[in-house]
C-alpha cells in the first residue's frame, strides 16, 4: 500500500515477503497461490503495487475477500521498496546516521550527495540492514502470551512520554526504538501535545504479567491518547476517549506512524482498538488525506468487527488506550 506521505514521521516501506508467497512468473506477469495470513495489502506491499491495482488485474469488488488456494494476478507495478526518512528541522547526516545505525559516507553514497548539506522535506535513502531497521534477534522467547524476555531493553525516560509503572517498562529492541521514534515524531510535530501515557510493556524477564493475558514476550505495548485537555489523573491513569475529549488528529497522527510500521521485518503485527474510537480516528485519517481505500486496509471501521485483512482491529476493554503488538524480528527461531 502507498500511503499518504508525511514530512515528520520515517516512513518505513521496507518489507519481507509473507511466508508461503509462492509467485512464478507466467506469460510477463506474476501469480500467487493465496495462502492463510496472506490480505491484498500485505501483497501490494510486498510487491509494489496498491490494493487498487491489484484488484483491477484480478476483476475483485472491494467486497470480495481472498479465497484460500486460489492463484490470484500480480500485475507489474512501479515501486521501490526502501527504507526512507524525510528531513525535518534540526536534521544533519551525522543525527540519521546514528539514529538508524549506519555511517554518513553510507548516507551520501546511497543518495549521491557531493557534500553534508540537506535540507528539510528531502528525502533520503537509508540503507537497509537489521540495525537500521530497528530488528535484533534472541531477546523474545515464545508467544506473546507464553514467552519470556532475555536481555531485555527498557523504555528510555522521554519528555514525550510518561512511564507509569517503570517495573513494566521492558521489551524486546525493536519495539522500544520504534516506539520512541512514533511518539517522539508526533511531539516534534505538534509540540503542544502533553505527554503521552505509556501503560505495560512486559516485566523484566517476561513471563506473565498481572492483569494481561499477553505481554509475555517484550512484543506488546499499552499506550494512552492525546486528549483536547489533558484529564487531570493523566497520564498516570488510563482514560476513556469520547468524541468531546478526544484529540482525535494528535491520537490518529500517533496510530499512523504504527501503522506505517506494519508488514515490515519486525514490524508492526496489529493493533487493537475499540470499534467506536476507531469511528473518531478514521474521521481523523479522513481528514489527512487518507483515501476510502487506503484504510480499508487499517480499520475494521465502518466494515464491522471482525472486518478481514485489518491492522486496527476491535478488542473489548480498549478505549482508553492502544494495544500495540510488533512481529518477531526475522529469522528468530526463539520467537513464536
Same mark, same amino acid.
Request: net charge neutral; charged share 25%.
Given at each position: 500500500?502507498?500511503? *499518504?506521505? #508525511?514530512?515528520?514521521?520515517?516512513?518505513?516501506?521496507?518489507?519481507?515477503?509473507?511466508? $508461503?508467497?509462492?509467485?512464478?512468473?507466467?506469460?510477463?506477469?506474476?501469480?500467487?497461490?493465496?495462502? =492463510?495470513?496472506?490480505? /491484498?495489502? =500485505? /501483497?501490494?506491499?510486498?510487491?509494489?503495487?496498491?490494493?487498487?491495482?491489484?484488484?483491477?488485474? %484480478?476483476?475483485?469488488?472491494?467486497?470480495?475477500?481472498?479465497?484460500?488456494?486460489?492463484?490470484?494476478?500480480?500485475?507489474?507495478?512501479?515501486?521501490?521498496?526502501?527504507?526512507?526518512?524525510?528531513?525535518? =528541522?534540526?536534521?544533519?547526516?551525522?543525527?540519521?546516521?546514528?539514529?538508524?545505525?549506519?555511517?554518513?559516507?553510507?548516507?551520501?553514497?546511497?543518495? =549521491?550527495?557531493?557534500? %553534508?548539506?540537506?535540507?528539510?522535506?528531502?528525502?533520503?535513502?537509508? &540503507?537497509?540492514?537489521?540495525?537500521?531497521?530497528?530488528?535484533?534477534?534472541?531477546?523474545?522467547?515464545?508467544?506473546?502470551?507464553?514467552?519470556?524476555?532475555?536481555? *531485555?531493553?527498557?523504555? *528510555?525516560?522521554?519528555?514525550?512520554?510518561?512511564? !507509569?509503572?517503570?517495573?513494566?517498562?521492558?521489551?524486546?529492541?525493536?519495539?522500544?526504538?520504534?516506539?520512541?521514534?512514533?511518539?517522539?515524531?508526533?511531539?516534534?510535530? !505538534?509540540?503542544?501535545?502533553?505527554?503521552? +501515557?505509556? $501503560?505495560? /510493556?512486559?516485566?523484566?524477564?517476561?513471563?506473565?504479567?498481572? @492483569?494481561?493475558?499477553?505481554?509475555?514476550? $517484550? #512484543?506488546?505495548?499499552?499506550?494512552?491518547?492525546?486528549?483536547?485537555?489533558?484529564?487531570?489523573?493523566?497520564?498516570?491513569?488510563?482514560? &476513556? +476517549?469520547?468524541?468531546? %475529549?478526544?484529540?482525535?488528529?494528535?491520537?490518529?497522527?500517533?496510530?499512523?506512524?504504527?501503522?506505517?510500521?506494519?508488514?515490515? &521485518?519486525?514490524?508492526?503485527?496489529?493493533?487493537?482498538?475499540?470499534?467506536?474510537?476507531?469511528? /473518531?480516528?478514521?474521521?481523523?485519517?479522513?481528514?489527512?488525506?487518507?483515501?476510502?481505500?487506503?484504510?480499508?486496509?487499517?480499520?475494521?471501521?465502518?466494515? @464491522? #468487527?471482525?472486518?478481514?485483512?485489518?491492522?486496527? #482491529?476491535?478488542?473489548?476493554?480498549?478505549?482508553?488506550?492502544?494495544?500495540?503488538?510488533?512481529?518477531? *524480528?526475522?529469522?528468530?527461531? %526463539?520467537?513464536?
Amino acid at each position: 500500500m502507498r500511503w *499518504p506521505s #508525511r514530512c515528520s514521521f520515517v516512513v518505513l516501506a521496507a518489507t519481507l515477503m509473507s511466508s $508461503g508467497v509462492a509467485a512464478s512468473a507466467r506469460a510477463g506477469a506474476a501469480t500467487h497461490v493465496v495462502v =492463510k495470513g496472506d490480505s /491484498l495489502w =500485505k /501483497l501490494a506491499e510486498a510487491h509494489g503495487c496498491t490494493v487498487a491495482q491489484l484488484r483491477k488485474a %484480478n476483476d475483485m469488488a472491494r467486497e470480495d475477500a481472498l479465497v484460500l488456494g486460489t492463484e490470484i494476478k500480480l500485475p507489474s507495478c512501479a515501486g521501490s521498496k526502501l527504507l526512507e526518512h524525510v528531513v525535518v =528541522k534540526g536534521d544533519s547526516l551525522e543525527a540519521i546516521a546514528a539514529h538508524y545505525s549506519t555511517t554518513v559516507a553510507a548516507l551520501r553514497e546511497h543518495n =549521491k550527495l557531493d557534500s %553534508n548539506v540537506i535540507r528539510v522535506g528531502q528525502h533520503l535513502r537509508i &540503507p537497509i540492514t537489521a540495525s537500521a531497521a530497528g530488528v535484533r534477534s534472541g531477546q523474545s522467547h515464545g508467544k506473546v502470551d507464553d514467552g519470556r524476555l532475555e536481555a *531485555p531493553t527498557q523504555l *528510555p525516560h522521554s519528555a514525550a512520554y510518561y512511564r !507509569r509503572r517503570l517495573p513494566r517498562t521492558y521489551a524486546s529492541e525493536h519495539l522500544v526504538k520504534h516506539t520512541v521514534r512514533v511518539v517522539e515524531a508526533v511531539r516534534k510535530h !505538534r509540540p503542544g501535545v502533553h505527554r503521552l +501515557a505509556i $501503560g505495560d /510493556l512486559s516485566a523484566e524477564q517476561g513471563g506473565p504479567l498481572t @492483569g494481561h493475558r499477553t505481554h509475555q514476550s $517484550g #512484543r506488546d505495548i499499552d499506550l494512552g491518547f492525546y486528549f483536547v485537555d489533558a484529564p487531570a489523573s493523566y497520564p498516570s491513569e488510563f482514560v &476513556p +476517549a469520547t468524541r468531546d %475529549n478526544l484529540d482525535a488528529d494528535a491520537t490518529w497522527e500517533l496510530l499512523e506512524g504504527f501503522v506505517r510500521l506494519a508488514d515490515q &521485518p519486525g514490524g508492526v503485527a496489529l493493533v487493537y482498538l475499540d470499534y467506536e474510537i476507531q469511528r /473518531l480516528l478514521y474521521a481523523a485519517a479522513r481528514r489527512d488525506g487518507w483515501t476510502v481505500e487506503q484504510l480499508a486496509e487499517v480499520f475494521e471501521y465502518p466494515d @464491522g #468487527r471482525g472486518a478481514d485483512g485489518r491492522v486496527v #482491529r476491535h478488542l473489548w476493554n480498549h478505549h482508553d488506550h492502544l494495544h500495540v503488538r510488533f512481529a518477531c *524480528p526475522p529469522a528468530d527461531a %526463539n520467537c513464536r
